[in-house]
């Protein structure tokens, strides 16, 4: 359902995603991971066609990004890092004007918002306008927005994100449902445990290329570790986290 091909972008000298290749098949949950400014955000602002590659080739649920872009975004939900919403609008009309742009039938899309403004526990906020939303409700809009069209690919960048406990644990076994239904799922965060957790594959990324692509287990026997933030921390940091500590202790300690 995802394929990517020999892809990287460059921004003038700087390579941010350096000729990276994967797939993803149906009813796939992978995460994807990597220390800042690795090339995570990068890669899925480029398979939904929010940046152009510098150069290779994106496929998506059969699309063509080249010559299919508008049907290739059509079947991806997309959750980016940062929460952009049109603030002057409540969270009804944000949620009609999604379904309208997918060309989902208005009665649909009025059962859809009052089914998940329920689940999501935003009934007192349906008719309130955006700007008024804590962090946390914005997350929660940015979801229902994902999932409102059916979307058979699901990217998602950090989506627990200034969620509470409840609704991060019901988020946790939706996808995990999702992923049994039939739906790709490429999942992006720094949050190592709930990757490990709910993606029996991991993809890790380190200064633009891909440095890892294996199932969980795969990599605590390649790495000789047995959680995922340690077998991370081996394979990304170049310099150890005791020598990193040590350093540390000394500038913090040091007085002349």
Not at 122 to 148: D, P, T
Not at 152 to 174: M, S
Request: glycine share 6%; with cysteine; charged share 25%.
């Amino acid at each position: 359902m995802i394929e990517v091909i020999h892809l990287t972008k460059e921004y003038g000298q700087k390579i941010a995603v350096d000729n990276i290749s994967f797939s993803i098949g149906k009813g796939e949950m992978v995460g994807y991971l990597g220390p800042n400014v690795a090339g995570k955000s990068t890669t899925l602002k480029m398979l939904v066609g929010l940046l152009e590659p510098t150069l290779g080739d994106i496929n998506v649920a059969g699309f063509n990004a080249k010559t299919h872009q508008l049907e290739l975004k059509r079947s991806i939900g997309y959750i980016p890092e940062e929460a952009q919403l049109y603030e002057h609008l409540t969270l009804v009309e944000h949620l009609q004007l999604m379904g309208r742009l997918y060309h989902i039938e208005e009665q649909l899309i009025t059962r859809k918002i009052i089914e998940f403004t329920k689940l999501f526990e935003m009934e007192e906020q349906a008719l309130q306008r955006i700007s008024s939303f804590s962090q946390g409700m914005r997350q929660k809009c940015l979801i229902m927005g994902a999932l409102l069209h059916n979307p058979d690919v699901l990217l998602f960048d950090e989506p627990f994100t200034n969620l509470d406990v409840t609704t991060v644990t019901f988020l946790k076994a939706l996808l995990k449902r999702m992923a049994e239904l039939g739906k790709t799922i490429l999942y992006c965060t720094h949050i190592l445990e709930v990757a490990e957790t709910l993606c029996p594959r991991i993809l890790i990324i380190n200064e633009g290329k891909i440095i890892a692509d294996a199932p969980v287990e795969e990599l605590r026997q390649l790495t000789n570790q047995k959680a995922l933030n340690e077998i991370f921390v081996q394979l990304t940091e170049t310099t150890g986290i005791e020598d990193k500590t040590n350093e540390a202790i000394r500038i913090v300690t040091e007085t002349s």
